[in-house]
């Protein structure tokens, strides 16, 4: 049990240190053994005598791209939007302050092996130097970068925090609103609408005989650049990182390749606390005795009205982790593993694994807590791996909902192993696929068996792509990798045939005296006859869309039988067999309404409406009607589509724009030599003077991809410039 501390933080501004010339001095050494070479497409490769060389270079050109986004996941990793966000931030501050300890952070580097504290320190360094070289830039809030920043970081997704079922509302009810502690209000955790999609390909089904890996990560727009980080310690890793971090999240090297996908396995848990107070001190209940609750103040800072406020609060905790809710009478703590260094260690050795067995080495850190993994390589292997860090517990215990805190019975009791977790290598129908679905479909028929797991290994349930990418699949056998890109723009929608075909029944039920059946004759003809394909000039999709849009909430607030599924096909069917009648036809109608209020006419294409835009490098996109835009076909990845473009209107809009969907997308054959083709949305700069500000945009929306440039001697070939970091 630890001790009660006082925890303030003040901002950094009032803080800043100045770069000593010791500091400087060591900068421009350590500048002088990096080459950045960027290529036609403005693409950083980055070649480096050490690791660190190398992460030294990978961090200024990151900068140079958009320093913006590089500290703002700092300033959301340490807990401090709430300083240039202002008020409206506090909870998601106060979210990570309870989860994410950067005294822990400190303590982990100070403990650091010597091969990953160098990193740490040319990941600072890097960022360090490129404010001291471009004392034009004006950072919003960190002036200085500390070693251990990056050890605030699990996994590689800044995005990557388990809170289980608590809600925002509840961790705002309990500490920022004391007036309303006894409130149960919950709010409902939207589904995602975006995702991931990852397909490997064996060598008895591609062309060449080589395993193929298509990697298409469905995130923010501008998320993740593209980067190529070389060293003559042997790295030599191509791919997407997250701003910030030092390491490819998804991408590959020259033996074997890794596609990660948001996983939904069971790593955090709640816990009921029986808590009572006692002469002024708190005490919760464990093993029948009374055990202190911890407690610690935490500081935060708001902008309002120009000038920094604070506000204090007091989290407590048990041996779980933070008290996050209180429900009725109950506290209800938390458990999760938010903060790894070990995580930190896997990430950066699996960009280094030679083999297949090499890279199940890795695997069997058991740190990764938020991805599945989709893998290929050259020796002609492709595996699966849904989750990594799985915690072992007590199956007499529904672990869907909270636990009792005050048994041992209910304790993590250690993690399992990889192969005891959810697995598949090689499969016999020689591909797999994973779109954020149920690992029971990802190889077809040769899928793990949902019943030789306990449930809270896979609540992922089955989803639209999956069964899309699952139909499409199992159709070809000699992919190429036009194929394979292909396959991950295949754009129909597999959703609307439960939906159009309900929609056509209850409309079937009108009769022609109902005031809604010569309004809904024509679209529900073209919506029956439509075949389920997204395109620019299909004006069936943007009813389909549009209409569905508004089905959504309710679908996403359906009851389905296995409490713990997230089976969003699950959720559509039950929703189907009890809407009210006439209900689908009535929303219908709201939406033709809708349209024809905004564009006068619901007759209008997809692509007139559904619009790729970038104005600005700004990290909130803003959107105008009357600037130039193009028309994307593609709709977001809930309707099954595999490409995802996830596009909404604004206060300021009525046409609709993407802002989320389909960002870095690489297809990588793997042989003698690698062979490679990828796709960034927009393109490598946040700079709108720079050419690389919009010119793939084009490419984007056909889905035509740019070859890769993996050989040094093909970088050269193609290079824009070439230079040291700071010249």
């Given amino acids: 049990m630890k001790n009660f ?197 064996a060598p008895s089904i591609t062309a060449s005989h080589h395993a193929i890996l298509y990697i298409n990560p469905h995130v923010t727009f501008y998320f993740r650049p593209e980067v190529h980080i070389v060293s003559e310690e042997g790295l030599n890793a191509y791919g997407a990182v997250t701003w910030g971090q030092f390491f490819i999240y998804q991408g590959f090297n020259a033996h074997c390749g890794w596609m990660h996908t948001s996983s939904y396995v069971d790593v955090a848990d709640t816990y009921i606390e029986k808590i009572h107070a006692d002469h002024g001190k708190w005490y919760y209940e464990y093993e029948q005795q009374k055990r202190t609750v911890f407690q610690k103040k935490i500081t935060l800072y708001y902008l309002k009205e120009n000038k920094l406020k604070e506000k204090t609060v007091r989290a407590s905790y048990t041996r779980h982790g933070p008290i996050m809710a209180k429900r009725n009478e109950d506290y209800i703590s938390l458990k999760s593993n938010n903060r790894s260094m070990t995580s930190l260690i896997q990430s950066w050795k699996r960009t280094k694994a030679s083999s297949f067995a090499e890279y199940k080495e890795v695997m069997d850190l058991l740190a990764n807590t938020s991805n599945n993994t989709v893998y290929a390589d050259a020796e002609g292997n492709i595996a699966y791996w849904h989750g990594n860090f799985v915690p072992i517990r007590d199956t007499l215990y529904d672990w869907s909902k909270p636990v009792d805190g005050t048994t041992g019975a209910t304790e993590w009791k250690g993690k399992h192993s990889v192969e005891q977790s959810v697995h598949l290598y090689n499969p016999a129908n020689g591909w797999i696929q994973n779109c954020n679905s149920t690992p029971f479909t990802c190889a077809g028929k040769n899928s793990p068996k949902k019943e030789s797991y306990p449930s809270y290994f896979a609540p992922d349930g089955e989803n639209f792509r999956g069964i899309n990418a699952v139909r499409l699949l199992a159709k070809q056998k000699k992919y190429s990798l036009e194929d394979a890109i292909a396959v991950g723009y295949n754009s129909y929608m597999s959703a609307f045939e439960l939906l159009v075909p309900a929609l056509v029944t209850d409309f079937k039920k009108l009769t022609p ?215």
């Fill in 5 to 201: 501390f006082w925890l303030f933080f003040f901002p950094i501004h009032l803080l800043a240190q100045s770069f000593s010339q010791e500091e400087i001095n060591r900068w421009e050494q350590q500048a002088q053994q990096v080459t950045i070479i960027r290529d036609n497409w403005g693409i950083p490769h980055i070649y480096g005598k050490t690791d660190a060389d190398a992460v030294f270079g990978l961090m200024y050109a990151q900068c140079e791209d958009d320093f913006k986004r590089v500290e703002m996941n700092y300033i959301e990793k340490l807990g401090r939007l709430s300083e240039v966000n202002g008020e409206s931030k506090l909870e998601d501050d106060l979210l990570i302050r309870l989860l994410i300890d950067s005294i822990a952070a400190k303590d982990d580097y100070s403990i650091a092996p010597e091969w990953l504290k160098k990193l740490l320190d040319a990941h600072a360094d890097g960022i360090n130097y490129y404010l001291y070289k471009h004392p034009e830039v004006k950072p919003q809030l960190l002036t200085r970068f500390q070693p251990w920043f990056h050890l605030l970081w699990t996994d590689g997704s800044i995005g990557a925090i388990n809170t289980a079922d608590i809600t925002s509302r509840e961790l705002k009810n309990l500490y920022l609103e004391p007036d309303s502690l006894t409130s149960t209000s919950r709010i409902s955790t939207e589904e995602n609408p975006s995702g991931s999609n990852g397909f490997a390909f």
């Fill in 513 to 727: 005296a109902d005031s809604l059946y010569a309004l809904l004759k024509t679209p529900v003809q073209l919506l029956e006859h439509w075949d389920y394909s997204s395109n620019e000039s299909s004006i069936p999709t943007t009813i389909a869309v549009e209409w569905g849009e508004r089905l959504l909430p309710r679908i996403f607030a359906t009851k389905i039988t296995d409490p713990y599924s997230l089976n969003t096909v699950e959720k559509m069917q039950t929703f189907l067999a009890t809407v009210p009648e006439r209900e689908l036809c009535k929303t219908m109608y709201l939406s033709l309404a809708d349209l024809k209020k905004r564009f006068g006419t619901w007759q209008i294409a997809w692509g007139e409406i559904n619009r790729y835009q970038r104005l600005s490098g700004a990290i909130d996109l803003k959107y105008d009607d009357h600037q130039n835009s193009l028309p994307l076909g593609f709709t977001s990845s809930v309707w099954g589509t595999l490409p995802s473009f996830v596009s909404q209107r604004t206060e300021e809009t009525n046409k609709r724009y993407g802002n989320r969907g389909n960002s870095f997308i690489c297809v990588v054959e793997f042989g003698e030599k690698i062979k490679a083709k990828s796709l960034l949305t927009g393109g490598e700069s946040s700079v709108p003077i720079s050419s690389h500000f919009n010119d793939q945009a084009a490419m984007y929306r056909k889905g035509v991809f740019k070859d890769v440039l993996f050989y040094k001697a093909d970088v050269l070939k193609h290079a824009e410039k070439s230079y040291h970091p700071g010249k």
